[in-house]
């Protein structure tokens, strides 16, 4: 016989028990609805076991709030009913675990989940009037294995009235709580910025919830810079920000916080510093090959500058792989090292004389910004004037001079292939081939 409760006769059945919170007397089930099988999530409050009925203001709070949202980032509220021990309260199931069981994201999923949970507190904060959570932490989102991100538990919800009586109880968690929150101070909604941000230091350094409060120092401030080396300056800061005792030195609300945190990247990114942009070449001589270098350098001794070279392409040119081309090449085409002088050729011997070639290089790198683009101009060598008309004058004055003088034909050939080879080698100089 199973232990669990009862609630067919409400449409219910409990499948297995998925949490179970002795101070509050809440434990969460996951069930069935029996008419179309859907999985749920029952909360059943026992306030009649517990002896402690205040929290039945949080059940009525999180049902009022939960009515009136919807929103792909929060579990939609179904169905709530009355029990012989207390109440509880139907959602949508999503099969997904909390941040407070230890996985291992990768930087750009930390951010994706900063992004989507700045998503649905703007959410709430557009609403009218504005609603604040009030218990942003670990616990309170799910993540799955597809990544998508929800905001559970709004118990603590507060909608509108944002001004909190000095003789209210601070309710919410210690170590994600603002300092206006712990203080019973009017609340902004820039409150629970504060949490997430508080939820994303834990994430990010592996701290514990019930071990957040010992990162604070004696300032207030959420001392974890030094936990994260490799975070680069510009996301710490944003974190610092969301983080900062002052409700006006943070953001001002969800909104701003994801705006400022959209263009940041999470790890700290090599510094690509180059010597110079352009290129120019000027070949003096028929067929020469022009090198040129420019100076790689990245001042961040924490991180390894890795880049490769690519010709973008151009209408004249055939098409060619990014790695290869007709007439440019590099050395190396690729590199990861912080110091390196990238050779730069161009093979004149394969363009006409006398002309102007303007290409751009592409070098793609791990620095910010990724791509980086350089021109350059190819000024190619002159084809040489009496070499270029001396074999047909030579042709001519044959021809001529053979119609009058009793040259015998043997010498004619021997003269015309002579003409003709002067002429390959004046277009070979030419045109290249």
Avoid at 17 to 32: A, D, F, I, P
Avoid at 47 to 65: H, L, M, N, T
Avoid at 202 to 216: E, Q, R, V
Avoid at 341 to 369: E, F, W
Wanted: proline share 5%; net charge negative.
């Amino acid at each position: 016989m199973s232990d669990f409760p009862d609630f067919t006769s409400y449409g219910f059945t409990v499948v297995r028990e998925l949490g179970y919170n002795h101070n509050g007397g809440r434990v969460t089930y996951l069930g069935k609805q029996i008419d179309s099988q859907e999985e749920v999530v029952i909360k059943q409050f026992q306030f009649a076991r517990s002896q402690d009925w205040r929290g039945f203001k949080a059940y009525e709070r999180e049902i009022q709030v939960l009515q009136g949202l919807n929103h792909p980032g929060i579990p939609r509220y179904l169905n709530s009913f009355e029990t012989s021990s207390g109440f509880c309260m139907v959602q949508e199931y999503k099969n997904a675990q909390t941040l407070a069981v230890r996985r291992s994201f990768a930087p750009d999923e930390i951010k994706q989940i900063a992004i989507d949970i700045l998503e649905i507190l703007g959410y709430l904060q557009s609403r009218i009037p504005p609603i604040i959570h009030r218990d942003i932490k670990p616990e309170n989102i799910l993540v799955d294995l597809e990544m998508n991100v929800y905001l559970i538990d709004f118990g603590l919800a507060r909608i509108g009235d944002l001004e909190v009586a000095m003789s209210s109880v601070a309710l919410g968690t210690l170590g994600f709580m603002a300092p206006e929150q712990i203080y019973s101070r009017q609340l902004t909604e820039a409150t629970d910025l504060y949490s997430l941000g508080a939820t994303l230091i834990g994430l990010l350094t592996g701290t514990k919830s019930t071990a957040m409060d010992t990162l604070i120092d004696e300032d207030g401030r959420i001392a974890f810079q030094h936990l994260v080396p490799k975070l680069s300056l510009r996301f710490i800061e944003w974190l610092a920000k969301m983080v900062h005792p002052k409700v006006k030195e943070r953001f001002q609300n969800a909104e701003a916080a994801l705006e400022a945190l959209k263009p940041v990247y999470i790890i700290r990114l090599p510094e690509l510093k180059v010597n110079q942009s352009s290129l120019q070449f000027n070949a003096t001589e028929l067929g020469a090959r022009l090198t040129q270098a420019i100076a790689l350098s990245n001042s961040i001794s924490e991180t390894v500058l890795e880049g490769r070279w690519e010709v973008a392409s151009h209408e004249s040119d055939p098409p060619h792989t990014p790695e290869i081309h007709a007439w440019i090449s590099f050395k190396p085409e690729s590199f990861a090292t912080n110091h390196l002088d990238c050779r730069i050729t161009v093979d004149t011997k394969k363009l006409m004389a006398g002309k102007v070639y303007q290409r751009q290089l592409k070098l793609y790198t791990n620095s910010h910004p990724e791509i980086r683009i350089f021109d350059i101009e190819v000024q190619t060598a002159n084809l040489p004037i009496k070499g270029k008309q001396l074999p047909f004058l030579w042709l001519l004055l044959l021809i001529a001079t053979s119609s009058i003088l009793p040259i015998e034909i043997s010498y004619i050939h021997k003269a015309y292939e002579i003409m003709s080879q002067k002429i390959l080698e004046v277009w070979y100089h030419s045109y290249g081939f």
